[in-house]
């Protein structure tokens, strides 16, 4: 097989079906619906043959001109080894220009990675499953709340402080296709936690938190009444809480390389820390 008969393109919306296909043959358990959120908010790229066949797809996230994700990288196993996830990553890199790049790594992907210039700079542990306990909300003098338009700034700007750019786009849209809490002490937001539909059951992130008492107070009371599937993308600093997640039936199934080529962006020097990603793609 010969690397210069194929080409890369934009990503359109009609691409989606087949980008489907892509990540179930790898048993990623994304539904259509992800695939819209993650190309809405995105930019993707397709690397095709001289015929039209898709055989591998891209997509990165803008958060500013320091800085950007990666995600969603699939080269169908049939067309493995033969130098396309090369391109398509090439493709983004130049697309990206001088952004510091964040991605979560399989191991699959991890060589390719570190080829490309990216180091590790942690884990992601992804942690799941049926709900057996609901948590019951934990005492906490916080002033939790709904995110409506008002509080949704206020988390903008937490989630700004910590992550070093602008998210608000991202936020903004899962805010929409979810639920989300925010918390309040003497009229200060200290963390914000969200839930939506996607893969299996439902997502729980982002969750941002000054302590793992406020991310328990907003994550009990946004699971308090919910039942069936919770996916939590977890960030070592969420570790002291990953044992009460577990105690509510969910459990660890896989633990993820957090790569990252040029400075790494998000900080705990505002005081609030990441315990939760939005998805592994969007950070
Ligand atoms: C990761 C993935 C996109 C790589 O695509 P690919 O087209 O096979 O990659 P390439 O052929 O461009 O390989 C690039 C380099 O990585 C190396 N590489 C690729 N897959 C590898 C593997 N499984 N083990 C070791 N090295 C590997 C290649 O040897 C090549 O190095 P070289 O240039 O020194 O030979 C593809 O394996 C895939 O889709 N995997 C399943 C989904 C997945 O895990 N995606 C990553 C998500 S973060």
């Not at 010969?2 to 359109?12: L, P, W, Y």
């Not at 130098?83 to 990553?89: D, S």
């Not at 191991?107 to 499953?129: D, P, S, T, W």
């Amino acid at each position: 097989m010969d690397k210069t008969d194929f080409t890369v393109r934009e990503m359109r919306e009609s691409d989606l079906p087949t980008c489907l296909t892509f990540t179930q043959q790898v048993n990623w358990p994304h539904r259509m619906i992800d695939w819209q959120l993650h190309f809405s908010m995105g930019n993707g790229s397709i690397i095709e043959d001289s015929k039209g066949d898709i055989a591998g797809c891209i997509l990165w996230w803008d958060y500013g001109s320091n800085y950007a994700t990666v995600g969603l990288v699939v080269v169908p196993s049939h067309m493995q080894g033969n130098g396309l996830g090369r391109t398509l990553m090439d493709t983004v890199m130049s697309q990206t220009g001088a952004r510091s790049l964040q991605l979560v790594a399989t191991v699959a992907g991890k060589r390719l990675y570190q080829q490309c210039g990216f180091v590790e700079r942690g884990a992601i542990y992804q942690v799941q499953g049926q709900l057996t306990t609901q948590p019951v909300p934990t005492e906490s003098n916080l002033d939790i709340e709904a995110i409506d338009d008002t509080s949704l700034n206020d988390m903008q700007a937490l989630d700004a402080c910590t992550y070093g750019c602008s998210r608000q786009k991202l936020l903004t849209a899962v805010a929409q296709s979810g639920k989300g809490l925010i918390a309040y002490r003497d009229d200060k937001a200290v963390g914000f936690a969200m839930l939506r539909t996607s893969g299996h059951g439902q997502t729980l992130g982002p969750v941002l938190a000054e302590s793992d008492n406020i991310a328990k107070a907003l994550i009990s009371r946004l699971l308090c009444n919910e039942t069936g599937f919770i996916r939590f993308d977890l960030s070592e600093n969420a570790l002291n809480i990953k044992p009460w997640l577990e105690s509510f039936g969910l459990t660890e199934v896989d633990k993820v390389s957090l790569m990252v080529k040029g400075a790494f962006l998000p900080s705990n020097a505002s005081g609030v820390r990441i315990y939760s990603l939005v998805s592994q793609a969007f950070g």
